[in-house]
């Protein structure tokens, strides 16, 4: 075990009251060791019924809104987050992916390279054993900055994260730890279901997308947004 170091924890959030609840009662039961260490920013990527800040706001909780609702603009999300992150370590995942204490202990207290991307093993909230997320990663601050952050001219259709991770990998090494975090796709309000995803024309519209992309510089915080006062 290593000297104990500070994560900001960056979730992106869509229309997921019930399980915000859900994630502030796990975040609250962080033993104090921990929770001295963590952050948690949450960023609500322009929902029609914005997110509030509870009054006890646990991990040092700050709450961001994109003014604007894109659909899948998560992209955006994450800029916003790492961009208002305390330097160290970012842990970004998902709404629906709980970290547990174990998990957040290892993380915390770990020895983790700096020039090295971690990803995570998964479980599912009934125990079963699934496939790591694509889209939830350790790093460091001034790595997700090095690699260039998430473009969001590629806001608004699924999928097209994975040029973020094409540029991860060419950037540093990916080191699946055994670590988990637990998957609770499409319980209650978890996921979001207002907009399709893997579908023939989500995938038409994603491949046009690619294809009217022009060469250049990615962009990057380009969505009117505010901190929410709690």
């Known amino acids: 075990m290593g000297q104990p170091k500070r994560v900001t924890m960056v979730y992106p959030y869509y229309q997921s009251a019930q399980f915000f609840t859900h994630q502030l009662n796990a975040w609250r039961h962080y033993p104090c060791e921990l929770s001295a260490f963590v952050r948690v920013i949450v960023v609500d990527d322009g929902s029609p019924q914005p997110a509030s800040l509870p009054t006890d706001r646990p991990c040092g909780l700050r709450l961001f809104r994109i003014e604007q609702d894109v659909p899948w603009n998560w992209l955006a999300a994450r800029n916003i987050g790492a961009h208002h992150a305390d330097d160290g370590w970012l842990l970004l995942t998902d709404m629906d992916h709980v970290v547990t204490s174990d998990t957040l202990g290892a993380v915390v207290h770990g020895q983790h390279d700096p020039a090295t991307v971690y990803a995570f093993s ?12 694509s889209a939830s990663f350790l790093m460091t601050k001034a790595m997700f900055w090095a690699i260039g952050g998430y473009d969001e001219r590629l806001s608004g259709v699924y999928g097209t994260d994975g040029a973020y991770r094409k540029r991860l990998t060419a950037k540093a090494p990916v080191v699946l730890l055994a670590d988990e975090l637990v998957r609770h796709e499409y319980v209650a309000d978890a996921s979001v279901t207002t907009y399709e995803r893997k579908t023939p024309a989500m995938r038409d519209a994603k491949r046009r997308t690619f294809a009217r992309l022009q060469p250049g510089p990615v962009k990057t915080l380009t969505f009117a947004y505010h901190e929410v006062a709690a």
């Not at 998964?122 to 997320?133: D, L």
């Open 122 to 133: 998964r479980r599912e909230h009934t125990g079963a054993p699934v496939h790591s997320h």
